[in-house]
């Protein structure tokens, strides 16, 4: 019996296996309460990302086309303020990444609950084990395509936008459960006095308290407290905060952001020296391309208006101080944009301007993820809405969209398309 004990003892299915004695329900309260600030802010701003492609305005712009109910929180994104998404998505990213090791820490605080045996003692323990499947697997699964997203990695299959939606959806109602469960408990962890056993180097294991039941039964020798462990994985949060959130505030902290999309800071100096994410060679957009031979195409109820780029520089042309804000979390400072504004084009095909329509623009790239996109009429008639030539007083570059690009205030970047060559008013399907 005791040889039969003892091996017992070395499987993950005895408590006398996890050994650690920083495990307890003091370090897990804490965690958890970290998580319940984070993560609903999280899930909204990642709510609001979403609602920001306008994805009920046109399939084109629908990266989840099967949402049905899960999209009922839709709404007309609005352009001002003109800093909007660059600080939703900003936070969205930041608060993801800097969560990541209070995920993990909270993961590991709890690990040993999910070897116990016997596997199932009621249909509520039943319960509460199935929802720690979705809340576990929805929590990595959503923090894992995020990371993966933000440096620009597509190694999983499908959609990203897809995938993180239904991910998020899973995981968030999985945490929302979990957190009706455990507040109370996590509550009067905290209320109780004397807060968390200091642990110190010591030849002696200190006692697990008769009532903390994360606690190891035979701890081995601590090396360090519990109030230090909470502090390393606060010091860790704080590590990837910095080196993540510099990529949209700007400024001197951009040159913080190593864990920025491309491994960057600044991408170099002059008009155009701003961050960008595919280059003209990268979306086979070619000089012949966009040459002397370009022309914009513009329809609307009165027909069909094409237009050539000194034709475009000779219309009346209007400025307007935009960032560009990409999903993936960077932004730039405002740049300062020339161009036509898109009302008034929509009123050389017969539109007044200020009953302008949704518009759906075409790029001259053939390939990939919104190359067409739909813009609402909000958005149209915004004065700042541009139809941009130049940036920062000069031509725009091949990488940032000559011939000619789109600039609106508070889209994400993807929708500010690039290599503009069609702008069909009134339809967007």
């Known amino acids: 019996m005791t040889d039969r004990r003892a091996l017992l003892d070395r499987l993950p299915v005895s408590p006398r296996f996890w050994r650690s004695p920083l495990r307890g329900t003091w370090l897990t ?16 701003t990642g709510l609001l990302s979403y609602a920001a492609y306008n994805p009920d305005l046109s399939p084109l712009n629908d990266r989840t086309p099967d949402k049905g109910l899960l999209g009922f929180y839709l709404f007309s994104w609005p352009t001002d303020p003109h ?17 990541i090791p ?6 590991w605080s709890v690990v040993p609950r ?15 084990r199935l929802s720690l499947l979705f809340l576990v697997g929805g929590g990595l699964f959503t923090f894992l395509t995020g990371v993966l997203n933000i440096q620009l990695d597509y190694v999983f299959p499908g959609s990203f936008y897809r995938l993180h939606f239904y991910g998020a959806w899973v995981f968030f109602a999985a945490f929302a459960a ?8 996590t509550v009067r962890t905290l209320r109780q006095r004397g807060g968390p056993v200091a642990y110190v180097r010591s030849t002696t294991s200190p006692a697990p308290a008769a009532s903390d039941e994360l606690a190891a039964p035979d701890p081995a020798s601590p090396t ?3 109030r230090g462990l909470a502090a390393l ?31 960057g800071g600044d991408p170099g100096g002059g008009p155009d020296g701003f961050q960008i994410n595919k280059p003209a060679a990268l979306a086979g957009v070619t000089d012949a391309q966009t040459g002397e031979a370009w022309q914009l195409v513009v329809t609307g109820s009165r027909g069909q208006v094409r237009l050539s780029r000194a034709e475009l520089l000779a219309m009346a042309q209007h400025s307007a101080a935009l960032p560009i804000a990409c999903v993936e979390g960077w932004s730039t400072e405002d740049q300062h944009w020339r161009g036509v504004r ?8 017969g539109y007044e301007p200020e009953d302008a329509p949704d518009v759906l623009v075409e790029s001259l790239q053939l390939r990939g993820s919104f190359r067409r996109a739909a813009l609402r009429h909000n958005q149209v008639r915004d004065p700042r809405s541009l139809l941009a030539l130049q940036v920062n007083g000069a031509d725009l570059s091949p990488d940032h969209g000559y011939p000619a690009r789109v600039i609106v205030p508070a889209a994400p970047g993807v929708l500010n398309t690039k290599w503009v060559a069609r702008l069909s008013f009134g339809r967007v399907r």
Do not use: C, M, N
């Open 178 to 185: 979990h957190a009706a469960l455990r507040v109370p408990q």
């Open 83 to 99: 800093w909007l998404y660059r600080v939703t998505q900003g936070v969205h990213v930041a608060v993801g990444v800097a969560l």
């Open 102 to 107: 209070v995920l993990l820490a909270k993961l």
């Open 342 to 349: 898109l009302r008034d084009l929509a009123a050389l095909v």
């Open 233 to 263: 994985v606060g010091g860790s949060s704080l590590l990837l905060l910095l080196t993540t959130a510099g990529q949209s505030i700007g400024g001197p902290l951009r040159r913080t952001a190593l864990f920025a999309p491309h491994g």
């Open 29 to 44: 309260s804490v965690l958890g309460v970290v998580l319940l600030a984070g993560v609903p802010l999280l899930f909204v």
């Open 114 to 128: 999910f070897f116990a045996l016997p596997p199932v003692r009621s249909v509520a323990q039943a319960l509460e």
């Open 224 to 226: 360090l407290s519990r």
